[in-house]
């Protein structure tokens, strides 16, 4: 099972700032990764996929960068709306796909 | 507009069983995987398996292999997930998930079960 490690695990921003999250692969996943947002209350929706691929409808102030075993999701300029949870998740083993234990975005 | 739309909550008791399901709409259904996520109370995202619409193969994550079944009517673009015997420990909100490649997208709105004496 790759192993999916996600840092901090909490995180502090004020709005208006930039935010940096991490995510780290137990072995290589190539560029097979995607990020997802999940809110209060609500179904997790994908943000980016391919590593470094906006998904449909989702706003330039998120970008993803990385491959092979690290990999990071920044927000370029906190928004209100933006205050959430945040998931890594693998799917190089088709088999078994495996999620970190997510980052939350905090407010400062 | 894709959507997948799942049924409503449930509360059951241990020892009887389930079934939950996700009607997919405003696509193939028969052209792309159905994933399964659990998400127990306060607690991250959990992987379940996985079913191929147009043939039934299905897979699952070991940790759940065995404890619940996967299933899929094509006929009515719907998915399913089944418990033969609940568990206190089976209380959780379960997603299911289109998979477009591997990552899945977009998500049903989620069916929290509830497995109380």
């Known amino acids: 099972e790759i192993v999916m490690t996600q840092s901090p695990a909490t995180l502090s921003v004020s709005p208006g700032e930039r935010a940096t999250l991490s995510c780290r692969a137990s072995?290589?996943?190539?560029?097979?990764l995607a990020w997802y947002q999940q809110k209060p209350g609500q179904a997790p929706r994908l943000l980016i996929y391919?590593?470094?691929t906006r998904a449909t409808g989702i706003p330039a102030r998120f970008s993803g960068s990385g491959s092979g075993t690290e990999f990071t999701l920044t927000i370029s300029s906190l928004q209100s709306e933006d205050f959430a949870v945040y998931y890594c998740?693998?799917?190089?083993?088709?088999?078994?796909?495996?999620f970190g234990g997510g980052t939350k975005v905090e407010i400062k | 507009e894709v959507q997948l739309v799942q049924s409503g909550a449930e509360v059951k008791k241990p020892g009887e069983s389930l079934r939950i399901s996700c009607k997919g709409s405003?696509?193939?259904?028969?052209?792309?995987?159905i994933s399964w996520v659990r998400q127990m109370p306060g607690k991250g995202l959990e992987w379940m398996g996985r079913?191929?619409?147009?043939?039934?193969?299905?897979n699952y994550s070991p940790s759940f292999q065995g404890h619940v079944t996967i299933s899929a009517d094509k006929s009515i673009s719907t998915a399913y997930l089944q418990w033969s015997s609940l568990k206190a420990s089976d209380t959780a909100m379960y997603y299911c998930?289109?998979?477009?490649?591997?990552?899945?997208?977009?998500w049903g709105q989620g069916t929290l079960v509830t497995v109380s004496s």
């Open positions: 405003g696509y193939s259904f028969t052209s792309y995987w």
């Open positions: 391919g590593a470094s």
């Open positions: 079913i191929d619409p147009s043939d039934s193969y299905t």
């Open positions: 072995q290589s996943v190539s560029s097979n």
């Open positions: 998740q693998q799917y190089n083993n088709w088999l078994l796909l495996t």
């Open positions: 998930a289109r998979q477009v490649g591997a990552a899945l997208d977009p």
